[in-house]
């Protein structure tokens, strides 16, 4: 069963620190990566995409992936409280409609 | 913008009647999904649709149906419903090999 996993927390982090959140998938053959941000109560919502191995970055978000070691992360810096939320890890086989998803970690930052 | 609608933010009905949620996107996705969320145990997916007229069973199908009767819609169908259906009940749309966009997500409360 092709699996993601990710650790469910609560992972309290201190204002203005970098958070760090993890991922790992099972399939090798996964091609696409993605970070959504889901707030209580809301929809999830995407915040990063990655596709090759190595970091991406889009404002205080970076997304790392190594293929070879099979997990992806998602950085945050300079925390604020608004990042609080639980954030989803998505991966997608190059054949496959749907997207395999990780039950979510949730981020509490801390003022 | 990717825009995905769903009928109603918050429903309530009683054990056994028929109940029907809609989902419309504007993107022209070949791809739609329903989900089911409960807290602790993530995204669980209860039917997908790949295609007008097309639908395949997710991992939580039994006690629903599907319709997709044209490209930007969706249906939901619980037949008989129950207590134990009461969730947050969320549609996703995407491009095939692309990401996923969620609607608002209906709050389902089955009395």
Not at chain 1, 52 to 68: I, M, P, V, Y
Not at chain 2, 81 to 107: D, H, I, W
Request: with cysteine; proline share 4%; hydrophobic share 30%.
């Amino acid at each position: 069963q092709k699996e993601v996993e990710q650790n469910s927390g609560p992972l309290s982090v201190p204002e203005g620190a970098i958070a760090s959140l993890n991922c790992t998938y099972s399939d090798r053959g996964s091609q696409s990566f993605f970070w959504y941000r889901q707030y209580s109560g809301k929809s999830p919502e995407l915040i990063m995409s990655i596709y090759s191995n190595g970091d991406k970055e889009d404002g205080r978000f970076t997304a790392q992936l190594n293929k070879a070691s099979q997990y992806v992360s998602l950085l945050i810096r300079d925390s604020q409280p608004s990042d609080s939320a639980t954030y989803l890890c998505a991966v997608n086989q190059d054949s496959n409609y749907q997207l395999i998803w990780g039950a979510g970690t949730k981020l509490i930052i801390k003022p | 913008d990717v825009k995905v609608t769903q009928s109603s933010r918050y429903l309530v009905k009683r054990t056994g009647e028929k109940v029907f949620l809609e989902c419309v996107q504007d993107m022209d996705h070949e791809n739609m999904f329903w989900y089911r969320q409960d807290p602790g145990l993530g995204l669980r997916l209860i039917y997908f649709s790949y295609d007008v007229k097309m639908k395949e069973k997710g991992d939580i199908p039994e006690g629903y149906s599907v319709s997709r009767e044209k490209k930007e819609r969706f249906s939901l169908i619980l037949e008989s419903a129950s207590t134990n259906q009461t969730s947050m009940y969320l549609c996703a749309s995407m491009r095939v090999k692309e990401t996923q966009y969620f609607g608002p997500g209906t709050r389902l409360l089955v009395l």
